[in-house]
């Protein structure tokens, strides 16, 4: 069975200040970790995507997510947001097959101005 | 090019009734998957198919069923509601194979009553 928790449920921030976005999972085997953002009323878009290879991956909208298996985490980080990043930030986790995924409770990013 | 397509948008049923939603996969994809959401929640998935088959399926019970046509668009089926199935939801689509990724549509927000 796979988990996933979101560290954080709401994170207030200052625009231009660097946000990090906390995720652990948990599987018994190999996964493959998404970032998704949910703008109010609108389904999910897809930020990032870890498969393989290099830990740090990086997305869209300035996002990235470091893949760390030891503390099996996949924190997602912005160096300077902005207003319009303020969304719903969901995590995710899939095994080999990737229509399949599990789903935190998301963590609501509020950019203040 | 069309992304994954629901409908409808917006419903209200009243409780022990029956509705049925539908979804238009992103072209080329031949795998769609149904999660449901709940206000405040992530999404949780309830079942996928591919080659017009149930190929997997969440801890939803029978009441949630489902149908793929050979065009590869789907239904979402749910029988004898209650006001616990209010909730949005959401279509994904892929194509199947490891690590592919899956795109949403924008959802039909159920509302039981």
């Known amino acids: 069975a796979q988990s996933v928790t979101q560290l954080d449920s709401q994170v207030p921030v200052f625009e231009e200040a660097p946000v990090e976005l906390r995720c652990n999972y948990s599987s018994s085997v190999s996964v493959y970790l998404f970032w998704y953002v949910q703008y109010p009323n609108q389904g999910l878009q897809l930020l990032l995507k870890y498969l393989s290879g290099s830990t740090l991956v990086k997305g869209i909208n300035g996002f990235e997510a470091e893949f760390n298996k030891s503390q099996t985490s996949f924190h997602l980080r912005k160096p300077s947001v902005h207003i319009s990043d303020t969304a719903e930030y969901f995590c995710a986790v899939s095994d080999t097959n990737a229509g399949k995924s599990t789903f935190g409770d998301g963590t609501t990013l509020t950019v203040k101005p | 090019d069309a992304g994954v397509t629901q409908s409808p948008t917006h419903l209200i049923k009243t409780r022990g009734q029956q509705v049925t939603l539908r979804c238009s996969p992103k072209?080329?994809?031949?795998?769609v998957s149904w999660y449901q959401q709940a206000l405040g929640q992530g999404p949780q998935f309830i079942f996928q198919y591919y080659e017009e088959e149930e190929r997997q399926r969440g801890n939803f019970p029978d009441r949630f069923s489902g149908h793929q046509f050979p065009n590869y668009s789907s239904e979402l089926n749910v029988n004898a509601l209650l006001l616990g199935d209010s909730a949005l939801y959401l279509c994904?689509?892929?194509?199947?194979?490891?690590?592919?990724?899956?795109?949403f549509g924008e959802g039909s927000w159920l509302t039981v009553v």
């Open positions: 072209s080329g994809h031949d795998t």
């Open positions: 994904a689509s892929s194509i199947s194979g490891a690590g592919n990724t899956i795109y």
